[in-house]
């Protein structure tokens, strides 16, 4: 059963509807992309609310400006907002981005139920709604844009399992936070890899509350001691996490010589790959994500039918989501450099300090 598309109530609304750049003091940006009014009202304008700035600096450093960008380009008024890991006040700005005349809202939502209830009142206004990068479990939204998570997860236990050889290991996972269905992707597409070595056994796992990066180093704490140090490696969800198991090993003198997993291939990940604190990242271009969520909230403003790559099944109540699903590309430290020439990050961010030699022996300059 697919989701039903309210496109022609969107294009009404979107033609009754004066559609002008608002601006904000709730740490947001907002703009147009053209100077042609005619142009802009043609195409609405999209709201996009980004979930925190604690989880991943990826949403501020990389998904902002590439959303930024992408609208520009397309000549599309748009507000970004942030909603600072508060969903009161990630439903508090959808409700001021629906007053302010949004015709599409895009969000990340903090957990399902929350942003169901967004969608659910976006509906009743009129207003088409995309679930960017997370699905929300038991939502509404017309499309989902993301990467495909299961690969993620996939990639990280294969790259564990690349840095672990076939030796007996005792392996952590250091999971996401549990209101995060990709969280739930990422777990399954690395158990399934690595459940299948036969050497390897499981010896801690738990979610980590909101992607809260001290929280994960107080947990991954409490995973070593129960395992008695004897952690052979860890498969952490994304660089944050990722970055707090390697500052507990660092405190007992395995750092190095534990493999780390990590995902989003941020300044942090990077360098922890090149000093082999981290034996890999998953790399998500930003610029490739925004610019397919420009492309489906252009259609959608215009009352069309966006272009997909499949479905995903909401697991929920097992309605299809019309969906595009982008590929990830796993980072080691023999293709750091592949992130830095896509974009994903500047050299002079990554290379500085102590890793310019690191950068240099990796060929990246």
């Given at each position: 059963?697919?989701?039903?598309?309210?496109?022609?109530?969107?294009?009404?609304?979107?033609?009754?509807?004066?559609?002008?750049?608002?601006?904000?003091d709730d740490g947001g940006s907002t703009g147009s992309g053209s100077d042609d009014s005619g142009s802009a009202a043609e195409v609405g304008k999209v709201g996009v609310i980004l979930p925190d700035t604690e989880s991943s600096v990826?949403?501020?450093?990389?998904?902002?400006?590439?959303?930024?960008?992408?609208?520009?380009?397309?000549?599309?008024?748009?507000?970004?907002?942030?909603?600072?890991?508060?969903?009161?006040?990630?439903?508090q700005i959808a409700d001021t981005m629906i007053g302010d005349g949004v015709t599409v809202l895009a969000i990340v939502n903090l957990d399902s139920e929350s942003g169901a209830a967004i969608q659910e009142k976006a509906?009743?206004?009129?207003?088409?709604?995309?679930?960017?990068?997370?699905?929300?479990?038991?939502?509404?939204?017309?499309?989902?844009?993301?990467?495909?998570?299961?690969?993620?997860?996939?990639?990280?236990?294969?790259?564990?399992?690349?840095?672990?050889?076939?030796?007996?290991?005792?392996?952590?996972?250091?999971?996401?936070?549990?209101?995060?269905?990709?969280?739930?992707?990422?777990?399954?597409?690395?158990?399934?890899?690595?459940?299948?070595?036969?050497?390897?056994?499981?010896?801690?796992?738990?979610?980590?509350?909101?992607?809260?990066?001290?929280?994960?180093?107080?947990?991954?704490?409490q995973l070593y001691t129960a395992a008695d140090g004897k952690v052979d490696g860890v498969l952490a969800a994304n660089d944050g996490l990722g970055g707090a198991a390697i500052s507990i090993l660092e405190g007992n003198g395995q750092a190095?010589?534990?493999?780390?997993?990590?995902?989003?291939?941020?300044?942090?990940?990077?360098?922890?790959?090149?000093?082999?604190?981290q034996c890999m990242t998953v790399y998500k271009s930003a610029t490739q994500e925004a610019q397919a969520l420009a492309d489906v909230a252009i259609a959608l403003a215009n009352g069309e039918e966006a272009e997909v790559t499949?479905?995903?099944?909401?697991?929920?109540?097992?309605?299809?989501?019309?969906?595009?699903?982008?590929?990830?590309?796993?980072?080691t430290k023999d293709n750091v450099g592949d992130v830095i020439e896509d974009g994903g990050q500047k050299a002079e961010d990554v290379c500085t300090g102590e890793f310019a030699d690191l950068c240099a022996e990796a060929g990246i300059s």
């Amino acid at each position: 059963m697919k989701r039903k598309h309210n496109l022609v109530l969107v294009t009404l609304v979107g033609a009754a509807l004066t559609l002008t750049a608002c601006g904000s003091d709730d740490g947001g940006s907002t703009g147009s992309g053209s100077d042609d009014s005619g142009s802009a009202a043609e195409v609405g304008k999209v709201g996009v609310i980004l979930p925190d700035t604690e989880s991943s600096v990826r949403w501020e450093s990389a998904d902002r400006p590439a959303l930024e960008a992408a609208f520009e380009e397309a000549g599309v008024d748009y507000d970004i907002q942030n909603a600072e890991g508060d969903a009161e006040r990630m439903t508090q700005i959808a409700d001021t981005m629906i007053g302010d005349g949004v015709t599409v809202l895009a969000i990340v939502n903090l957990d399902s139920e929350s942003g169901a209830a967004i969608q659910e009142k976006a509906a009743s206004q009129g207003v088409a709604t995309i679930d960017y990068d997370r699905l929300t479990l038991g939502g509404s939204a017309e499309y989902y844009v993301s990467f495909d998570n299961t690969v993620v997860g996939e990639l990280q236990g294969q790259g564990l399992a690349d840095c672990l050889g076939d030796k007996e290991a005792n392996i952590v996972y250091l999971n996401g936070s549990p209101t995060d269905n990709n969280a739930t992707l990422f777990a399954e597409g690395a158990h399934s890899v690595l459940d299948e070595i036969d050497s390897y056994t499981v010896v801690g796992e738990q979610a980590v509350p909101d992607w809260d990066n001290e929280e994960a180093a107080t947990i991954f704490q409490q995973l070593y001691t129960a395992a008695d140090g004897k952690v052979d490696g860890v498969l952490a969800a994304n660089d944050g996490l990722g970055g707090a198991a390697i500052s507990i090993l660092e405190g007992n003198g395995q750092a190095g010589k534990v493999p780390v997993t990590g995902q989003d291939a941020t300044v942090e990940g990077l360098q922890n790959v090149l000093a082999g604190t981290q034996c890999m990242t998953v790399y998500k271009s930003a610029t490739q994500e925004a610019q397919a969520l420009a492309d489906v909230a252009i259609a959608l403003a215009n009352g069309e039918e966006a272009e997909v790559t499949g479905t995903t099944v909401d697991s929920s109540d097992d309605t299809e989501v019309p969906s595009i699903l982008l590929e990830p590309q796993s980072i080691t430290k023999d293709n750091v450099g592949d992130v830095i020439e896509d974009g994903g990050q500047k050299a002079e961010d990554v290379c500085t300090g102590e890793f310019a030699d690191l950068c240099a022996e990796a060929g990246i300059s």
